[in-house]
């Protein structure tokens, strides 16, 4: 199974502070790479597909991009309603495998 | 308005089984795969496996090949999971997830159903 290391685990930071969240693939996935926002007692909701794209309805402030076997999640301005887990998942081969989530707080 | 609608909490006895069901609307059933994932108390996402409404297909990662059966009745637009033989560590929500046909992401989620093993 394709290994997806997600990093930071936790991270606290300001609004509208820059936020980056990265996974580190365990081989070669190509774009295959989906990012996903978890609130509290909530089900995941899609924001990046295709390591880049973005989903529909998901504000601008969010991208994703890749540099070989690494992605990134960044969110440009924090605002109050990003806080929540986020979780990287690789759609290259099954089975989909998920990063270990990043839980992001405000400072 | 795309919505998964999951059954409600369940409780289960060691060595018993549940079945949970996902209801889907606002698009068609046929069209694209239905995932399931697990998420264990304040733990990350695992992936259970998909099935193909439209055939019957289905694929389960390795370590759930014996715990779960996907099922799927295109009359009702409903998925189900069951879990059999249950134990501890099947106390977990269980989350339905649409995806494309042509690519592994999940694009909707239903609301999740808490399952709790207990004697």
């Known amino acids: 199974d394709i290994q997806m290391t997600q990093s930071p685990a936790s991270l606290s930071a300001s609004l509208e502070e820059i936020v980056t969240i990265t996974c580190q693939a365990s081989?070669?996935?190509?774009?295959?790479l989906a990012w996903y926002q978890q609130k509290p007692g909530k089900s995941p909701q899609l924001l990046i597909y295709d390591a880049t794209s973005l989903a529909d309805g998901v504000p601008s402030r969010f991208s994703g991009s890749r540099s070989g076997t690494q992605y990134s999640l960044k969110i440009s301005r924090l605002q109050v309603e990003d806080i929540g887990s986020y979780y990287c998942q690789q759609a290259h081969s099954n089975p989909p495998t998920f990063g270990g989530g990043t839980k992001l707080e405000l400072k | 308005e795309v919505q998964l609608q999951q059954s409600g909490p369940e409780v289960g006895r060691p060595g018993s089984s549940v079945k949970i069901s996902c209801k889907a609307s606002?698009?068609?059933?046929?069209?694209?795969?239905m995932n399931w994932v697990k998420q264990s108390p304040g733990q990350g996402l695992e992936w259970i496996g998909w099935i193909d409404p439209e055939y019957g297909s289905t694929d389960y990662a390795e370590k759930f090949k014996k715990k779960a059966t996907l099922t799927a009745d295109t009359s009702s637009s409903t998925a189900y999971i069951q879990l059999s033989s249950l134990t501890s560590e099947d106390t977990a929500t269980y989350f339905c997830?649409?995806?494309?046909?042509?690519?592994?992401?999940?694009?909707?989620w239903g609301q999740g159903v808490m399952v709790t093993v207990s004697s």
């Open positions: 606002g698009y068609t059933f046929t069209d694209y795969v």
């Open positions: 081989q070669d996935i190509g774009n295959w």
């Open positions: 997830a649409r995806g494309p046909i042509y690519n592994n992401f999940f694009d909707y």
